[in-house]
């Protein structure tokens, strides 16, 4: 089955701990998208990459970062410096275009104490 | 800029009775349109989209919206609800260009009552 997945579903997390998500599909997608969601609010991008090796900053890119070595494989690092981590967060995928759908993956829920 | 507005952030229906979602854009260019729905703790699904075809889009489990442009709306409708309609519905839009970015609504939560 094709798809995405997110490992793992729920993360905790003291603060000051840098932390890695996970995300990876096997759609043969170019495009591949971070989302954060936060309760009453829509998605806010993250970082997206429309191919290997080339990614570029969302709307709220401040306190994470990303890394695009594989067309499959699109983690995400929460840092330290992010103010406010706990939230969910949604990995897509899609072909490069304005009318293509994004694929969501399942989401994993950040909880830092 | 592009923006998305749901009118509603909570409609609440009695099964077998229409779903009327409301949604209005903001866009400088003709858009693409899409509702997704996503149920608690799980990631988001499409439900329909509008690529400037039929002004009519039908989507997966009955439901399906209207493109009008002259009101700037993009409404999601269902003639009978059923339970596991109950989900929080997303609004977006997509600029045009070769990045597909989505602008999300805030959501309208849809609960469904026996």
């Known amino acids: 089955d094709g798809g995405i997945t997110q490992s793992p579903k729920y993360l905790f997390r003291k603060e000051g701990q840098n932390v890695t998500l996970s995300c990876e599909q096997n759609?043969?997608?170019?495009?591949m998208y971070w989302y954060r969601q936060d309760p009453g609010q829509g998605l806010r991008l993250i970082y997206y990459?429309?191919?290997?090796?080339?990614?570029q900053k969302g709307d709220i890119a401040e306190g994470y970062s990303v890394s695009r070595e594989k067309k499959e494989s699109f983690p995400l690092t929460v840092t330290s410096a992010q103010k406010n981590p706990t939230a969910f967060y949604l990995c897509?995928?899609?072909?490069?275009?304005?009318?293509?759908?994004?694929?969501f993956g399942p989401g994993t829920r950040l909880t830092v104490t | 800029a592009q923006s998305v507005t749901q009118l509603d952030s909570h409609v609440s229906v009695s099964e077998g009775t229409p779903v009327l979602l409301r949604c209005n854009y903001s866009?400088?260019?003709?858009?693409?349109l899409f509702w997704y729905v996503q149920h608690p703790n799980k990631g988001l699904q499409l439900l329909l989209k509008?690529?400037?075809?039929?002004?009519l889009v039908k989507g997966i489990n009955g439901f399906e919206a209207e493109f009008k442009k002259s009101e700037t709306s993009f409404h999601l409708t269902k003639p009978s609800a059923h339970m596991s309609d109950a989900a929080e519905y997303f609004c977006?839009?997509?600029?045009?260009?070769?990045?597909?970015?989505?602008?999300f609504g805030t959501g309208t939560r849809l609960q469904v009552t026996l």
């Open positions: 897509a995928s899609s072909i490069p275009g304005s009318s293509y759908e994004q694929y």
């Open positions: 759609l043969n997608h170019d495009a």
């Open positions: 990459s429309q191919i290997v090796n080339d990614f």
């Open positions: 866009s400088s260019y003709s858009p693409s």
């Open positions: 509008y690529t400037s075809a039929a002004t």
């Open positions: 977006v839009v997509s600029n045009t260009g070769t990045a597909s970015k989505l602008t």
